[in-house]
Every structure is written in C-alpha cells, then in structure tokens.
C-alpha cells in the first residue's frame, strides 16, 4: 500500500506542477498488486448470485498469481449488510462501495450498482480499503442489453480488470 501511496502523491504533484501526461506503467503495475496482494475482499452485496460471479472470476485472477507466489490465504466474502439504500443516492455503485469502505477492513472491495438514475445502467467499481477507485466498467441499462445479470456482472468485472492489463480466461 505503501508504493500506491506515493504513485499517488506523485500524480498529484505532477498535475499541480502541469506536467502529467498520462499514466505510467509504474501506476497500472501498483493498481494490479493491490488486486493481486489483497488478503480480504468483499464483495458489496448480499446477493448469492452476484457474489458467486464476483468470486469465481476474482479467484482465477489470485489463483493465477498465487501460484507464481506461492501464497493463498485469501478470504472473499459478501457484505453482511443489505445495500438498498445506496439507491437513493447519486452514485448507488459508489455508495455501495463506500458502504463497504466504512464497515469492513477489507484490502479490496468490488461494488456493482446503478450509474446514476434509474435507467442510467450500471457501473462496477474496484476500491481500495481507503475507498479509492482502481478501475472499473460499465453496461447499459438493462432494458437496452437483455441480459442476465450475471452475464453482465461478468463481462464489467472482466472488462475492469482488463483495463489494467489483467487477462482473465474462464
């Protein structure tokens, strides 16, 4: 968490002095060992079905790197707590995900919600225990894509993670 902390401050000072240009490999590399090095994760539901997607994919991803480690003491778990009311907020999937930042000490949390409106679709976040986004993707509404919303949860994770350079093959 350390070397995210000072990427972090780094970016800052380099867009205050005007002289970012872009992200560097440097980023994405932290980005990806916080998902990979993480210990406890939750998964802001308490949804079976959508828990079950989440972690499937998510135990490829540390399967993958545990094996190069050597390491797999990894606990995944559902939010304990329903998240209906990140609804009447601006920004449900952020909410959800905030939700999870205040009652958990988990290393990494994954929140899937509404964009914004009803009808807006929905966006699934990856944070970090400080509540910080490390990447994320989104789907149209449902009404508009007709598809499960396990197949959809399934394609924004991938998606999110691909972002980061992380390939997940199921």
Not at 84 to 107: E, Q
Not at 123 to 149: Q, V
């Amino acid at each position: 968490m350390e070397k995210v902390n000072k990427i972090i401050k780094n970016s800052y000072i380099h867009s205050l002095e005007n002289c970012r240009n872009g992200d560097q490999i440097e980023e994405i590399e932290a980005i990806q060992n916080v998902i990979k090095n993480s210990k406890k994760i939750v998964v802001a539901t308490s949804n079976g079905k959508k828990f079950k997607v989440v972690k499937n994919i998510i135990l490829k991803v540390l399967d993958n790197h545990c094996n190069d480690n050597n390491q797999n003491n990894v606990n995944i778990e559902m939010l304990d707590i329903c998240t209906n009311s990140a609804d009447l907020t601006r920004m449900p999937a952020l909410t959800k995900g905030l939700i999870a930042v205040d009652i958990t000490d988990a290393d990494l949390i994954i929140a899937r919600g509404r964009l914004g409106i009803a009808g807006s679709g929905s966006l699934l976040l990856l944070m970090d225990g400080k509540g910080r986004i490390l990447t994320g993707a989104m789907s149209p509404s449902s009404i508009i894509h007709k598809e499960s919303i396990e197949h959809k949860m399934e394609f924004e994770l991938l998606q999110a993670l691909k972002k980061i350079g992380i390939m997940v093959e199921l």
